[in-house]
Structures are given as C-alpha cells and as structure tokens.
C-alpha cells in the first residue's frame, strides 16, 4: 500500500513509518516540520504540511490508500481550549472522501468516546482534570469520523510509554474487555500496521494496552 502517516515525526506517528517500511509499504510521511524525520529510505517520502491547512492535507492525499492519523497536543496545552484532533479530522474526512481515499486508522486513546465510562472511579476525576478538554475533543474527532462512511478503525491506546515493540500488546475489542494499562508507542505503531488491510478491523474501536 500506498499510506500516508499524518503525525511522522515523533511518537507512535514514527514509529508507524518504521513499521509500515519494513513491511514493503510506500509511505508519505506528513509532519510540520520534517527534519526530525531522521529515517532515509527509497520508500520514504517526507512531506512537510500543516494538519489544519486543507491545500496541505490534499497534496498529501494524492495517491495515498491509506492514512494513519497520529494526533497530539503539548503538555502546557492541556489546559487551555483544545480542538487541534476535530478541526484537522474535519479538514482531512472530506478531502478522503474526495480523493476516493477510504481507509483511515486514528489514534485516540483510552477515555474517548463510549470507553469514557469504563474509567474506574478512582480513575475518573484526575484523567478529567488532567486530559479532560484534550479527550473531549478526542471524543468530537471520533464522532466525525464515525459518521464519515469511511473503512475506519479507532486505536484506542492506554498509558503511551517509550520502548521497543513486544508483541505481548493486547487489542481488546469489545466494551467488556476494555480496561486501562500501559503500551508502548512501538507496539500501537505495529499492530496498526499489521492491521491496516484487516476489513475484520473496519468500523471497530479496539483499545489496546499491554498487560
């Protein structure tokens, strides 16, 4: 495939192009500023472009069938107004849609959406006071593409920690099984890489953590 990771130049956005590379993908890394992109490859190609800037976003999307979106704000702005995840979802759904782009994978992270109500009760009140107005717009950026009509998957990851891949990362797909944990940025990057061509995976909303 042909994918484009909007997000590739640190986190789970990068470590996703490793993946998507050693697994024979093409990929269009998308980042503001690509020089922190420190990967060479004949298959890399690096992008510099703006998630908010729609002429940016429909370059990116020329040729692409895929896209990995990897959204993120900085700690100091965790508590201000936060719509950085709904605006760019708002700009990038349509501009798929036109370019007859279909599958989307975006990270969100445990807390957004309907898996908000798992959070344990001792959980609840410090995640709203530090997370809440970022997963609040998590949540509006997940509503959007639901209701996109796109082949879409919604990572919903736990506590992001640095570190290598393990494979003992486990995606747990049903309200049921959903619960907090660690994973690393490496082993979200490499199941949804693994799982981008999965139509199993389309239109679920797996959180993924490691035990």
């Not at 269009?28 to 992008?47: M, P, Q, S, V, W």
């Not at 998630?51 to 990897?70: K, T």
Request: proline share 4%; glycine share 10%; charged share 25%.
């Amino acid at each position: 495939m042909h994918v484009l990771v909007m997000g590739a130049s640190r986190g789970i956005g990068c470590e996703a192009v490793k993946v998507a590379l050693d697994q024979g993908h093409s990929v269009r890394a998308f980042a503001r500023n690509i020089a922190h992109i420190g990967l060479t490859h004949d298959r890399l190609e690096k992008y510099s472009g703006d998630a908010l800037v729609p002429q940016d976003v429909e370059r990116a999307l020329v040729g692409v069938d895929a896209v990995i979106q990897v959204l993120g704000v900085r700690n100091r702005d965790l508590f201000g107004p936060i719509d950085l995840f709904s605006r760019a979802t708002d700009i990038l759904v349509p501009l798929m849609i036109r370019q007859g782009v279909s599958r989307l994978a975006a990270v969100t992270g445990f807390g957004a959406g309907d898996s908000a109500a798992v959070l344990g009760p001792f959980q609840r009140v410090p995640f709203r006071v530090l997370f809440g107005r970022a997963y609040d717009d998590k949540t509006r950026q997940e509503e959007r593409i639901i209701s996109s009509g796109l082949d879409w998957t919604l990572w919903r990851p736990g506590v992001l920690i640095n570190g290598a891949a393990s494979g003992k990362a486990k995606i747990l797909m049903t309200p049921a099984e959903w619960r907090n944990g660690i994973v690393t940025r490496a082993d979200v990057a490499a199941n949804i890489v693994l799982h981008l061509e999965d139509k199993k995976m389309f239109h679920q909303k797996p959180v993924i953590v490691r035990f």
